[in-house]
């Protein structure tokens, strides 16, 4: 029984919490076995689809080489192999080297090739792996390189000579998933604390021992996440430290890799900010994109070194409601910006110049305009400094992935890949397109709908509706070749834009966290009514996944009946519970996104009035929960507890849980694995939505 601000609560299935317990393990299997049998027709279905996806992919493939110093870097698979190789070869001259025929068939290896990292050598004889760092010194020599065997995000850091092949001895256990180097000499990486909080930033020196190395920076505020890492001209290491609403940057001239941090501007509840190095009339600068003068966001400027105050930050970019400056890219000769505005990421080029003076800079942004309604673009593969180019990606619902470079000065743009897709790929026989829905407070909710475009839409078709609305985290126009699968077989799928994610702005996550959450639910309804009403569908089913389970699992208990069948992944459905446990890892500095309900009874209340665990009652459609018992962000128990309670007091159903034993938060590793996944889950939605057969 649990008793918080006098309420009570008979949870009778937190035994399930003890991991380390047979009893949970044998219970867990169990529920594996249950949901292999409820799913065995599914299997003629799961191969169709599996066989799909790999058919679709270029199993062999290369990614384009990226310039850093005197090297080209770049990834390659080979078909039959789970993991990629990381490679390089020297560079001569600025003209990547080819990687295709002139066909277009990606060539096996390059001329000269050096092959730093073989990662399914290095998966061998686990059952998960992941890598988490990857960074080479500037000049080439030395590359630090993490990896996590089991699925908690624990790593261990190696540094490998790139000269002879050798691994040195330094061996650091237990960090975070980052490093950064600093010269040839000092790699600086973070570690976690008990809650799985990236709470210090560490220096290691080469060839000492992991004992010596020095804590330079520690973060005691539980709500603070903490990282670090150098900027674009290696001038200095900036260590970022943040909650989900207040920031605060420290900064280490590199010249000087063993002085003390020095703190940028001190935090102040409730504003956040960045910074990067930009050098302007040949003095060093700081940007800055802050919340000082609007909720979306201002780019600033002042000179490099502590801020004394507010006024020493000069507008280049002036805060304007509807348009939330996301960050920015400093380079020797440009700038690059990153907003959002209606729905959409965009992109903006400032060239530095004459008119670039350091002590009343005039920015000239100028917006990079794409063909399409609905799109994705963002930078991609920048790591020089010194350079008059600028790689960007571009895609969308129908695009596959672009990887473009931009000739600044000239404005000449190159397509230097596109995502190659198997089998005849024609993105003319899809359509993607935007419509809007009045929720019931009269709030306008964007949604995205994709489709073959032979469909017939004047009559009702099978859909999925996914969601998420958490985070300010936004669900961009993408590309997914497993995703015509569906499409392939007449669904619809589309994406509600609900408020708590930042499709919209900061409004638009302000209005869907803390004590307005449910606002995140009943968008989702709203939505889900406006697509049956409009006669858009009469077969729909949900998915979500983690902060997006838990709005599965909302949805399910407020209006389970609008959906033929949900999939929460990874589910965050017992919220209240995790909430109120400070020792579990991430907890505290959720708090400022959920809001704190063991010191708050108001908060504790509204939790508790729409957690999913804890309303479970009445005729629920079919579900399907995923999760991995090694999983640190969303803990398994969420899941396996929720499953077991619907089992328990619920109507309908049925109620499946699938628990991947060797896995994290992002589920199985390989990626053949990861398409046997995704086509177990899509063969079950397709079911659910009686579209199975088509």
Partial sequence: ????????????????????????????NAENAITEEATADLAPLRETIYKEIKSRVQETDMSVPVRSGGWWYFGRSEEGRSYGLSCRVPAEGDIPPVTATADGEPLPALDGEQILLDMDAMAEGHEYFSLGAASVTVDGTLLAYSTDVVGDERYNLRVKDLRTGELLQDSIDGISAGASWVGSEYIFYQTVDDAWRPDSVWRHRIGTPSSEDVRVFHEPDESFFVGAGTTRSEKYLIIEMGSKITSECWYIDTSAPESAPVCIRPRETGVEYEVEHAIIGGRDKWLVTHNLTGPDFALSICDAGPVGDVSELKDLVPHLPGRRIEGVDCFASFIVLAFREGGIGRLSVWKLGNDSLPDAPTAHFEPLQFPEELYTAGAGGNPEWDTTVFRFGYGSFTTPGELWQLDVPTGKRTLLKRQPVKGGYDPEEYVAKRLWVTARDGVDVPVSLVHRA????????????????????????????????????????????????????????????????????????????????????????????????????????MAGDRFNGILAAVPFVDPLTSMLMPELPLTVTEWDEWG??????????????????????????????????????????????????????????????????????????????????????????????GAADK
């Fill in 1 to 28: 029984m649990r008793t918080v601000h006098g309420r009570e609560f008979d949870d009778q299935w937190e035994w399930l919490r003890e991991k380390e317990s047979q009893r949970v393990i044998d219970h867990l």
């Fill in 454 to 557: 032979d469909l017939d839409i004047t009559k009702p078709n099978p859909l999925l509706l996914y969601g998420y609305g958490s985070y300010e985290a936004s669900i961009d126009p993408g590309f997914s070749v497993a995703r015509l699968s569906l499409m392939d077989r007449g669904m619809i799928f589309a994406i509600a834009h609900v408020r708590g994610g930042g499709e919209m702005g900061r409004g638009w996550w302000e209005n869907g966290r803390g004590l307005s959450k449910k606002n995140t639910f009943t968008d989702f309804i709203d939505v889900a009514d406006h697509l049956r009403e409009s006669g858009v569908t009469d077969s729909m089913v949900a998915e979500g996944g983690s902060a997006g389970g838990m709005l599965m699992g909302a949805v399910a208990n």
């Fill in 596 to 689: 704190d309900p063991l010191h708050d009874a108001e908060v504790y209340d509204y939790m508790a009035s729409y957690s999913p665990y804890e309303n479970v009652g009445g005729t629920y459609p079919p579900i399907l929960a995923t999760t991995s018992l090694n999983d640190t962000r969303v803990l398994y128990v969420e899941p396996a507890k929720w499953i077991a309670r619907l089992k328990e007091v619920a109507d309908g159903g049925p109620f499946l849980f699938k628990c991947e034993m060797s896995a994290g938060h992002g589920g199985v590793s390989g990626r053949y694995a990861k398409w046997k996944e995704t086509a177990f889950e899509y063969a079950w939605l397709l079911k659910q939505a």
